[in-house]
């Protein structure tokens, strides 16, 4: 049972008094620095209670439901600690908006290249937990190649850090690469170093649009094999039909140059639709978001090669629902509630027979979905290696329990 305020007295004498709350008959503890998370952790730990952890909530509905004992608010844990402008690093607060963040960095023209959802919310310890990342991932890499160092509290209240504060830093384990994608089931992200870019000063969109996938797939595989000076790249695909969108960044001369390369490309396949570019009224990158947009419906995940891109999302329009997918081969799905019984099934047979994917229910309905519709988890032969590791970092099960694939 969740243990009341007035039973704390332990707790409120390692906290300020306005660190801790009461929710819904739950307790709240939201901490504004490292040493008051590990003190919530510590006490946690030691008398088997068990901590949510959680930012903005953007992304709380993604993996299993968690109920714990207590609520780890993060969003106190905020700002821009560190810019080292000239190395082009910055450490951030674990619980800063992302948006709020970039708008700091931005005063010098430097960025973390990367292109979350809801990134006005959202914030960077949660998006790290989710390892969330858009079409930028093309040019940058991901999340585990931003991230050079991070402050993390384990289950039992230690304070680890793991990397640096400079991008050539060989010293210790890449403890936070581990840490990215774990749902804070192995650790709360309370400080992350990130190397940074320049903000590119020149860049335009080009689409291309199509009745049929085929033909932008093909494009899509030219576009990746070129010379061109591609920062983004995303499939968009739905009843309406098919729409190829590429995002250029380099000099002003050179990018009209490269528009008219890549009509070139699109006519010498005949993708038999509109092409146009430098719409900037028009982002067609916020598709992907806007898949999450209504309320309600089924939301995937899917990986896969990108030269199986095309007849995937071919085959999604089929089954009756839509999907964004970026060249990288990441796929979000969206099926109504009443197309995604039949085709959730469907769809895991498409990705099982492609080889080397893998797909994730990102939103589900708030009834349970058939258990035909939930994707099989004995073929994972990871998991067993997954559950030796939190046993490791957290024995007691205190962060987050259940909240990752097969109830890690």
């Known amino acids: 049972m969740t243990p009341a305020l007035s039973s ?3 707790l409120r004498s390692l906290l300020p008094a306005d660190c801790l709350s009461e929710r819904s008959g739950q307790l709240v503890a939201s901490p504004r620095t490292t040493d008051e998370v590990a003190a919530v952790a510590r006490y946690a730990n030691d008398r088997r209670l068990s901590i ?10 993604w993996g299993n439901p968690t109920t714990a004992d207590i609520l780890l608010d993060t969003t106190r844990l905020a700002g821009v600690r560190e810019h080292s402008w000239q190395d082009l690093t910055a450490t951030v607060a674990a619980g800063t908006p992302w948006a709020k963040m970039q708008r700091a960095l931005a005063v010098h023209r430097q960025q973390v290249a990367l292109d979350p959802l809801w990134p006005e919310t959202a914030t960077v310890g949660g998006i790290l937990a989710t390892n969330d990342s858009g079409a930028l991932r093309l040019r940058y890499g991901s999340l585990r190649d931003l991230v050079i160092g991070m402050t993390i509290v384990l289950a039992d209240g230690t304070i680890a850090k793991s990397g640096g504060k400079v991008v050539k830093n060989v010293a210790g384990y890449d403890l936070h690469k ?10 709360i992200i309370t400080e992350v170093t990130f190397r940074l870019h320049p903000i590119p000063a020149h860049t335009t969109t080009w689409t291309a649009s199509s009745v049929s996938a085929e ?8 576009v990746l094999d070129s010379q061109q000076s591609t920062q983004a790249m995303q499939l968009r695909a739905s009843a309406a039909g098919y729409a190829l969108d590429v995002a250029l960044a380099t000099l002003p001369e050179e990018l009209a140059l490269q528009t008219e390369a890549l009509t070139r490309m699109a006519r010498s396949i005949d993708v038999g639709g509109q092409i146009s570019h430098g719409l900037a009224h028009n982002n067609p990158f916020t598709a992907r978001e806007e898949l999450f947009a209504p309320h309600g419906g089924v939301i995937v995940k899917a990986t896969m090669l990108p030269s199986d891109i095309a007849w995937v999302s071919t085959d999604v329009v089929h089954l009756g629902g839509s999907a964004v997918s970026q060249a990288t081969g990441i796929m979000f799905v969206r099926f109504s509630e009443e197309a995604a019984v039949q085709a959730l099934p469907s769809l895991y047979a498409h990705i099982d027979a492609a080889g080397d994917g893998s797909i994730v229910v990102l939103r589900a309905p708030d009834h349970p979905l058939p258990a035909s519709a939930i994707p099989p988890e004995a073929a994972n032969n990871a998991l067993p290696l997954m559950h030796e590791i939190k046993r490791r970092f957290d024995p007691n099960r205190t962060l987050n329990p259940g909240r990752f694939l097969g109830g890690i």
């Open 215 to 222: 033909p932008l797939g093909q494009l899509m595989m030219k």
């Open 8 to 10: 704390l007295d332990e």
């Open 52 to 61: 949510e952890i959680v930012g903005a909530g953007t992304k709380r509905p």
């Open 178 to 187: 581990l840490m990215i994608g774990a749902f804070g089931t192995l650790g």
